[in-house]
C-alpha cells in the first residue's frame, strides 16, 4: 500500500458505501462515533442523513443554497458538525447551506457528485474546498477499499471517463482490482524516481519537489480539464462557482531547507489554472499563517481544527460579500 499520510479513523464500523458513479458515499441515516488517531480520547459524533450526507435532513426551500463541497477537511474530521466553516455559514447569510463534503474524495469525485447530485438543492453558489497536496488523487484509482471513477485522455486527446464496472460492488472483486492499479501506479511511480511505499517523508513529498513537477504533468493536465467541465456546467445553470484553497501543513509547519522544495508548488500550479479558467478563487493560507502564529487553525495532521474552520468562515463570508453573490 501506498503510504502517503491519511487520517486514521479508530472505529470498525463502516461510515462509506459503494457508490457506482462516485465510486463511494456515505451510508445513509448512519448514527456512530468515529475515534480520530490525533482525538483518541474525544470521539466526535458522526451522523449522516437519508442523502448519506453529515448534515441534517434536507427540507426543500425556495431560498436556493450554497453547495460546500471537498474531502475531508469539508467533511469535518476531528470537528463536531455543527463547528464546521458550512455549519458557521448558515447563521451568516440569507441561503440554506448543504455540506457535500467527504472524507478522501479527489477532485474529480468532487464535480462528478455536484453535477449528478446537487439539483435538488438549487444551488444559487458552490464552494469547492481544495486541499492542494491531495489533487494527486486525480491519478489514484484505488482509495480506502473503492475504486474510483478515473479520467484520462485517449490516443486523439479527447478527455474521457473510465465508468465504475458494476461488478466492483463487490468488496473482493474491488481488493484484486484495487492491488493491481497500486502495482502499476508504484511502478509509473518507480520509473519517475518516487518512492511512496518506503521511508516516506511529508517534508520532502514530491508533490514539492520542483524536479519532481514533471512527473506530475498528467496529473495537472487532467485537473485543467477538469476545472473547465465545472466551470461549463456552473456557467449553463447559471451557479457561482468558487474555490476556497486551504493551506497545507507543510506551509505552516515547516521550513523548506532547499530552494528545490516548495510548499507552494501546488498551490501555484493549481492557482495558475484556475485564473487561466477565470475561475473566481479564495487562497486563504497568507491569513492563515498569520492567525497560526498566534493560535493553531490545524491539528497536527494538517486537518482545520475549530479555530481553522471558524477563520475559514470568516474569510468566505468576507469575499462573497464582496463578490455581491449575497
Known sequence: MIKRPKTKIQDSSPMYGFDPKIGFWGLKNLNH???????????????????????????????????????????????????RYSDLLKFKQPFDVVNMGHCSLGLDQVILSIIGKTEMYKPRIIIIEQYTWALHRVITKYVSGYIRPNFYFDKNGDFKLNKIPFYLKYKVLRKVVGDYYNFKKEMQEFRSGIDLKENYNLKEDPIFLSWKNSSYREMYRIVDSLIETINSYCNQKNIKLIFCLGPLK???????????????????????ILKKHRITFLDTTIKMKKAHKKKRVIFKDGHLNEHGHKYMSDLLLEKIKSLEWI
Do not use: M
Open 250 to 272: 507543510n506551509q505552516l509547519d515547516f521550513k523548506k531547507k532547499s530552494d528545490l522544495i516548495d510548499y507552494d508548488l501546488p498551490h501555484k500550479k493549481f492557482i495558475s
Open 33 to 83: 462515533k468515529a475515534y480520530f488517531d490525533y482525538e483518541i480520547e474525544n470521539p466526535i459524533d458522526v451522523y449522516h442523513n437519508n442523502e448519506g450526507l453529515r448534515e441534517d435532513d434536507f427540507k426543500e426551500s425556495n431560498k436556493g443554497s450554497i453547495i460546500c463541497c471537498g474531502g475531508s477537511h469539508t467533511w469535518g474530521a476531528g470537528i463536531e458538525q455543527n463547528k
